[in-house]
């Protein structure tokens, strides 16, 4: 798993922030990222399809903590939000996990990530393609 220590994250229980600073993730960081995500360690809103993206709010509760002046700030370069699901709530929506925390990633680690789970992918694909 990531260290929870550099993502930048969103807690329900905390204050709401006055600004949002980004430090862009390392390569280690980001390739550590794929492994869990094609492990199917955390969920993100990208797994949520477009008939359901109205319930992100529900899914990811500190999103609506966020005022709304420092909305576009958030979202300005906001590529992609997620969390662990080893911190989900005890209750789901429509059969989506509930956090009261999030971590996010802006678009250009967003745009690397996506490129690394891509490799990991065709990297399970071809091993599974050679025992045949």
């Given amino acids: 798993m990531a260290d929870p220590q550099n993502d930048p994250q969103?807690?329900?229980?905390?204050?709401?922030p006055s600004t949002f600073s980004y430090t862009s993730k390392t390569d280690v960081e980001l390739r550590q990222l794929a492994l869990d995500?094609?492990?199917?360690?955390?969920?993100?809103?990208k797994q949520i399809p477009?008939?359901?993206q109205h319930l992100i709010f529900s899914i990811f509760?500190?999103?609506?903590?966020i005022k709304d002046d420092q909305w576009?700030?958030?979202?300005?370069?906001?590529?992609?939000?997620?969390?662990?699901?080893?911190?989900a709530g005890m209750r789901s929506i429509n059969g989506y996990?509930?956090?009261?925390?999030?971590?996010?990633?802006?678009?250009e680690d967003t745009e690397k990530l996506r490129g690394y789970v891509d490799k990991l992918i065709d990297q399970r694909q071809a091993f599974l393609a050679d025992s045949k």
């Fill in 72 to 87: 576009k700030e958030f979202v300005k370069d906001l590529g992609m939000v997620y969390e662990y699901f080893d911190q």
């Fill in 10 to 16: 969103i807690d329900a229980q905390a204050d709401s």
């Fill in 37 to 45: 995500y094609v492990d199917g360690k955390m969920f993100t809103d």
């Fill in 50 to 52: 477009e008939y359901d």
């Fill in 97 to 107: 996990p509930m956090f009261m925390s999030l971590r996010y990633l802006n678009r």
């Fill in 61 to 65: 509760m500190p999103l609506t903590f």
